[in-house]
């Protein structure tokens, strides 16, 4: 009879004694181990299956008896089953039968790779087709191993697809959007809490271009390996959208002007807050934001900087400055194809220019100092331990924090292109 007694085990420690990097690493630390573990649990599944389930347990099939075993539901048992035929060598009567992915085996014993990175690796060595020669296999897995120990699943599939269009290229159906006459009456709310509203009142056409503009905008982000799944309801959604569609309008070279120059806000701020971040501003027609904020804008808005002294005095009210020609973004759009951050898949026109070296810290404004990022990623470089640099070959590379990656090991993003 197996036991299915825990070993005696020392008590974990008191975690809310420990500082924050210490409860991080901890916990990829104890995500490895169980990776590790659940490669061993699939060796042992395919030596079961290999015996015969019927003679070593009785049941008819191993996920049927992982259901009652360890009490999960059939579709999570035959996923743990299907992975570990992929991932080991087992005998079928008296054929041995190798294992699809060993490479992605032996990084997932080794804690490197667990589900999410093994499946669409697995995935992705089934359906190449037979004619694909072994070498060209192994090769093609190791690519993706590889590339999982530091991406999540939508690009490994996404790196996957790449293989495969060596093989049969597709294409993709181009949009067509149909121009917008928008006709309407449009009002701002500004509300006790702070917070601000639009009242829109306009027909069912300008409505059903706006809904159709705001869409694909609005989809759920793709889950990634760090933050998993977009928790966001439709309304925020929406109004994520409606932010991006703004910022999207304002970067347009059509939209008329403001006495003469292109549409720009001013915002007011302290030298020290704008440097540091910390502290608050003041965003022309809105009013207070925070200094981090201020920031961000300056990243890729036309902003008028007001400089304050200690007392409040201005001490310089600059000129209106575009922080990126349209030159430079064009030149961005090539070279980084979206968004730059690992895993994103915005495009273009839904990015700003972020300065590597923050403007406020006197970063030029110069290719090899800027890079594209969404709303999503500009702000989470702004408040993070993630860092971005230009590597050796001109091209973005992010270092994650060091609880993700203890060696904080570089990462690119290979939805845009094939570089890894």
């Known amino acids: 009879m197996i036991s299915t007694e825990s070993p005696d085990t020392a008590a974990p420690p008191e975690w809310w004694r420990c500082d924050k990097d210490t409860l991080l690493l901890a916990y990829v630390a104890r995500e490895r181990e169980k990776r590790r573990l659940e490669a061993e649990q699939g060796q042992i599944l395919a030596e079961i299956e290999s015996r015969g389930v019927k003679e070593v347990t009785g049941y008819a099939t191993v996920p049927g008896m992982l259901v009652d075993w360890v009490q999960i539901k059939h579709s999570e048992a035959k996923a743990r089953v299907d992975r570990a035929r992929a991932l080991n060598p087992r005998q079928d009567g008296g054929t041995r039968i190798p294992a699809l992915a060993p490479h992605a085996a032996a990084a997932a014993l080794n804690g490197d790779l667990g589900a999410a990175q093994l499946d669409p690796i697995i995935a992705a060595l089934g359906a190449l087709p037979p004619t694909v020669s072994a070498e060209d296999r192994e090769t093609g897995e190791q690519i993706l191993v590889n590339l999982a120990r530091t991406a999540g699943p939508r690009q490994i599939t996404h790196a996957a697809k790449n293989l495969r269009d060596r093989l049969d290229p597709d294409g993709r ?31 069912a056409d300008t409505i059903a271009r706006l809904k159709a503009t705001l869409d694909p905008l609005a989809k759920p982000r793709p889950a990634t390996e760090e933050e998993g799944r977009d928790t966001r309801s439709q309304w925020e959604r929406l109004g994520d959208a409606f932010a991006n569609f703004v910022r999207i309008g304002m970067g347009n070279p059509d939209i008329p002007s403001q006495a003469g120059d292109s549409v720009h806000v001013v915002v007011t701020v302290g030298l020290d807050e704008l440097k540091t971040g910390i502290g608050r501003a003041c965003l022309d027609l809105v009013g207070d934001i925070s200094a981090t904020d201020a920031r961000i804008l300056a990243c890729d808005c036309k902003v008028i900087p007001v400089t304050l002294g200690s007392h409040g005095e201005p001490l310089d009210v600059g000129r209106a400055q575009r922080l990126a020609t349209p030159a430079q973004r064009r030149a961005l759009a090539i070279r980084d194809g979206g968004c730059a951050f690992p895993g994103c898949d915005a495009p ?30 500009h702000r989470l470089i702004h408040n993070s331990d993630w860092d971005v640099r230009i590597a050796s070959d001109g091209y973005p590379e992010f270092i994650p924090p060091a609880f993700i990656d203890p060696a904080r090991t570089p990462r690119r993003n290979t939805l845009h292109t094939t570089r890894t």
């Open 173 to 203: 159906e181009p949009k067509d959007p149909d121009p917008a006459e928008p006709r309407h009456e449009l009002g701002f709310v500004t509300h006790r809490d702070g917070t601000h509203g639009i009242k829109i009142k306009t027909d």
């Open 348 to 377: 273009p026109q839904q990015c700003t220019a972020h300065h590597i070296v923050f403007w406020a810290h006197h970063g030029e404004t110069r290719i090899d100092n800027l890079v594209l990022l969404c709303g999503k990623h």
